[in-house]
T-cell receptor, first 114, second 116 residues
């Protein structure tokens, strides 16, 4: 079945540091890949997505490239801010008949300090 | 910007009681989902719903769970006889279409259910 593996957290960085959160997946066919973010006390918000190989999703300075050859979708940001502190979830979406469940990774907590 | 809303934000119940969690999806969306997140664990898919019927469900979604779209706006999750292990954050989501899994699902803020 489909699965998503994310790097363990928590990750603690200083403001303006470079961020990488690793995500790899296992799936048959051609899934779409998503990064969702969960700020403290809030629900899940879509951060970015990519729907085919070599696509790059980007939003708010975050980027991730869909790498089919390495089955990866690593999240990166060049300079993090304190406001980026949140839990980041990598997810895989693949249509299955009439539905489309998302399969999530375990989430990676990011804490950015001044 | 349109958003998914959920009520209540918190629910405390006794084991064995029935609970109904309510969601109002984005108005022009056609596909609806429930997920749950047990504290400290990953978000897990429960069920998807389209055209007034379940299109897919997970192993978690057993006979104690049911979903319904009672009118044109609400989407509900019912747990008939709650267990301690049902304690979790429950998220509703909706999407406009499927597009082979490419379509973005928009999530509500969640209902935190605590079963005592």
């Amino acid at each position: 079945g489909n699965s998503v593996t994310q790097m363990e957290g928590p990750v603690t960085l200083s403001e303006e540091a470079f961020l990488t959160i690793n995500c790899t997946y296992t799936a048959t066919g051609y899934p779409s890949l998503f990064w969702y973010v969960q700020y403290p006390g809030e629900g899940l918000q879509l951060l970015l997505k990519a729907t085919k190989a070599d696509d790059k999703g980007s939003n708010k300075g975050f980027e991730a490239t869909y790498r089919k050859e390495t089955t990866s979708f690593h999240l990166e940001k060049g300079s993090v801010q304190v406001s980026d502190s949140a839990v980041y979830f990598c997810a895989l979406g693949k249509g299955t008949g009439g539905g489309n469940k998302l399969t999530f990774g375990t989430g990676t907590q990011l804490k950015v300090e001044l | 910007e349109p958003e998914v809303t959920q009520t209540p934000s918190h629910q405390v119940t006794q084991m064995g009681q029935e609970v109904i969690l309510r969601c109002v999806p984005i108005s022009n969306h056609l596909y609806f989902y429930w997920y749950r997140q047990i504290l400290g664990q990953k978000v897990e898919f429960l069920v998807s719903f389209y055209n007034n019927e379940i299109s897919e469900k997970s192993e978690i979604f057993d006979d104690q769970f049911s979903v319904e779209r009672p009118d044109g706006s609400n989407f509900t999750l019912k747990i008939r006889s709650t267990k301690l292990e049902d304690s979790a954050m429950y998220f509703c989501a909706s999407s406009a279409s499927l597009r082979g899994g490419q379509e973005t699902q928009y999530f509500g803020p969640g209902t935190r259910l605590l079963v005592l």
